[in-house]
């Protein structure tokens, strides 16, 4: 258990529904990121935020996903209008500085 | 666009063998490259390197960096069941002088130990 935790662990939903994920950080952690992981692939970067600051965005995060870390601490994920192709293990992590990355458990995410 | 490639994809051994992991990358900017272990889970934590030949250990497994060859290798000694899992390498790149911590990450080797 690396600290960070997130929830659900597993969400499947039809398509074309809504969801959201939690992120909830390294207290002390002002930086945060999410990551998308499909199968046999290493995790891919979505978005970062420093404190409450969204600093960057993947050209992989289409407009119907959103994410907040509202107040700078815990994080949510969006997605609106989920596809199948939005399967995946959704992971966060976080950091007090920009190098060893504290992975939470992850999200699974299947969309039928 | 940031780049990482791993090889070989998977790999099977039997306790008590050496392996070694590939990891060669491209990158604007380089920062430094990271080693994670993944088993039916998130990603840990196993080394951080920035400097080229100086080599990181813990315990039976050790990494170092090739800055001018744009690689690094993982080797593991005396392999166990447990090491068992997917080998993740990542690099992170400075981007306008100010590092976003954002990690680029390989496909991952497989790497199966049987007793």
């Known amino acids: 258990d690396t600290g960070v935790s997130q929830d659900p662990r597993h969400k499947i939903t039809k398509r074309g529904q809504n969801v959201t994920f939690r992120c909830d950080p390294i207290s002390e952690h002002n930086r945060l990121y999410w990551y998308r992981q499909t199968l046999g692939q290493g995790p891919e970067f979505l978005t970062y935020?420093?404190?409450?600051?969204?600093?960057?965005k993947s050209r992989l995060l289409s407009d119907r996903f959103s994410a907040e870390r509202p107040k700078g601490s815990f994080s949510t994920l969006e997605i609106q209008r989920t596809e199948q192709g939005d399967s995946a293990m959704y992971l966060c992590?976080?950091?007090?500085?920009?190098?060893?990355?504290?992975f939470g458990p992850g999200t699974r995410l299947t969309v039928l | 666009e940031d780049k990482v490639v791993q090889s070989p994809l998977s790999l099977v051994v039997h306790e008590g063998d050496t392996v070694t992991l590939n990891c060669s990358y491209e990158?604007?900017?380089?920062?430094?490259l990271l080693w994670y272990k993944q088993e039916k889970k998130a990603p840990t934590f196993l080394f951080m390197l920035?400097?080229?030949?100086i080599e990181k250990k813990s315990g039976r497994l050790s990494s170092i960096l090739d800055k001018k060859e744009l690689f690094s290798i993982l080797n593991i000694t005396a392999t166990q069941t447990g090491d068992s899992a997917v080998y993740l390498c990542a690099v992170e790149a400075n981007a306008g002088g100010t590092s976003y911590g954002k990690l680029t990450f390989g496909q991952g080797t497989i790497l199966t130990v049987h007793p």
């Open positions: 990158v604007t900017n380089f920062r430094s």
């Open positions: 920035t400097s080229s030949g």
């Open positions: 935020f420093q404190n409450e600051a969204q600093l960057e």
């Open positions: 992590a976080s950091t007090l500085q920009p190098n060893e990355q504290f």
